[in-house]
């Protein structure tokens, strides 16, 4: 494992999880805490109430009658999915500004947290909410590098845009010491995030084993990077899409052994599932 907190040292000023997820994962770890405990501190940011009763009543959860309030949407999505809406309704505030750079990071967080968990729950491997958590956070590093040193990051953009043949993880070493994966998984670290996300973000580049990585870690990484490089190839969050990627052989489809035909299936069904669920989770 990483040295996370040297790693923190050296990025500077770290992003505070926004407060409304710090109260909500509290009360959701208590188990005396009540339904209408954590609708009220939910309800503390009308952003994100609001945003998840959208996600509620879109076409993901299939839903027959429309829900109109947070306890009703509570006891329905279940914790465990409770958990996942509010860091993902929240984590727009981690961002300091919000113009057209910020709202690509965005989009490619929130289309490879769908992709994830679409993946996840289609091959049957993995928990799908655990895919979901991984796929959001993945941009985190890159989030908190365009916060830190906004014209860097730019630079870095612009590089990677005018030289296509090059890999962002490549470029990056020009222009700072540490990977986004690592910062990223670092901010993790630092807001108490369970182990398991930590490390898997961490890895999700290259879906690596160096030192000690379990299963569980390697194979969320994996979802994580097949997540991630499917949104590259559609365009989400990109400024052209990837149609020349081979998925097969990129970390996650290597690792989970996926042939041309799933790929091809995964695909398809993913951009059902994204074009039903994007616009919920707009920021």
Not at 166 to 183: A, G, M, R
């Amino acid at each position: 494992m990483l040295d996370y907190n040297a790693i923190a040292g050296d990025i500077g000023d770290l992003p505070s999880m926004p407060i409304v997820a710090i109260k909500s994962m509290e009360l959701l770890q208590d188990p005396d805490a009540s339904i209408k405990e954590l609708a009220d501190t939910i309800a503390m940011d009308p952003a994100v109430s609001a945003r998840i009763l959208k996600i509620t009543n879109s076409s993901v959860y299939g839903l027959v009658r429309k829900i109109t309030t947070l306890q009703n949407a509570l006891v329905i999505l279940g914790e465990r999915t409770v958990r996942s809406l509010v860091l993902a309704s929240s984590m727009c505030s981690v961002n300091k500004q919000f113009g057209l750079l910020e709202k690509l990071l965005w989009e490619e967080s929130v289309g490879s947290a769908i992709a994830a968990r679409y993946i996840s729950k289609s091959l049957g491997k993995g928990d799908c909410e655990e895919a979901f958590l991984s796929g959001l956070f993945s941009n985190l590093g890159k989030v908190v590098r365009n916060n830190n040193s906004p014209e860097q990051y730019q630079e870095l953009v612009e590089a990677q845009y005018n030289e296509v043949s090059s890999k962002y993880i490549d470029l990056e070493q020009s222009y700072f010491t540490h990977p986004y994966n690592h910062v990223g998984a670092a901010v993790l670290h630092s807001w108490g995030i369970a182990d398991l996300l930590v490390e898997a973000v961490c890895r999700h580049i290259e879906v690596e084993s160096r030192g000690e990585a379990d299963a569980d870690v390697l194979l969320l990484a994996a979802l994580t990077n097949l997540g991630v490089n499917m949104c590259h190839k559609r365009g989400i969050g990109t400024r052209v899409p990837d149609e020349d990627m081979d998925m097969t052989q990129t970390p996650g489809g290597a690792y989970l052994e996926l042939d041309q035909e799933k790929i091809d299936q995964l695909l398809e069904g993913f951009d059902e599932v994204y074009s039903e669920s994007r616009e919920a989770f707009n920021a």
